[in-house]
Nanobody, 116 residues
Framework: QVQLVESGGGLVQAGGSLRLSCAAS????????MGWFRQAAGKEREFVGR???????YYADSVKGRFTIFRDNAKNMVYLQMNSLKPEDTAVYYC??????????WGQGTQVIVSS
C-alpha cells in the first residue's frame, strides 16, 4: 500500500513555529516532487510549496521567507518547517507526491491552528 501520513500539527501562538512531517511508505519517493498544500475552513485547497527530486524548492508568496521544505530520502520523509506563524496560516495541511503529470498521492492531512 502506498501511503503518505502527515504529523506534527497542533495549536500554536502567532509568531511561533511548527514542523510538519510527511512519512511515505509503499515505495520510494526519491525521484518524485513532494508538495505541501493547505485548506482553510470555507476555502479551496491552496499550494504552499514543493521540493523536487533534485532539491529545488518553490513557495507560494504567502509563505515565502517563513516556511522551508526539507526532504530526507533515506527515511522517505519530507518536512515543512513553519516559522513566524500567522493566524491566516490556520488550515489543514496536506503533503503530496507528484510527477510531471500531476500530484499522484495525498496524505490525510494534519490540522494547524494559529491563535492570536
Amino acid at each position: 500500500q502506498v501511503q503518505l501520513v502527515e504529523s506534527g500539527g497542533g495549536l500554536v501562538q502567532a509568531g511561533g513555529s511548527l514542523r510538519l512531517s510527511c512519512a511515505a511508505s509503499g515505495r520510494t519517493f526519491s525521484r518524485d516532487a513532494m508538495g505541501w498544500f493547505r485548506q482553510a475552513a470555507g476555502k479551496e485547497r491552496e499550494f504552499v510549496g514543493r521540493i523536487s527530486w533534485v532539491l529545488s524548492t518553490y513557495y507560494a508568496d504567502s509563505v515565502k521567507g517563513r516556511f522551508t521544505i526539507f526532504r530526507d530520502n533515506a527515511k522517505n520523509m519530507v518536512y515543512l518547517q513553519m516559522n513566524s506563524l500567522k493566524p491566516e496560516d490556520t488550515a489543514v495541511y496536506y503533503c503530496a507526491a507528484g510527477s510531471l503529470s500531476g500530484w499522484d498521492y495525498w496524505g490525510q492531512g494534519t490540522q494547524v491552528i494559529v491563535s492570536s
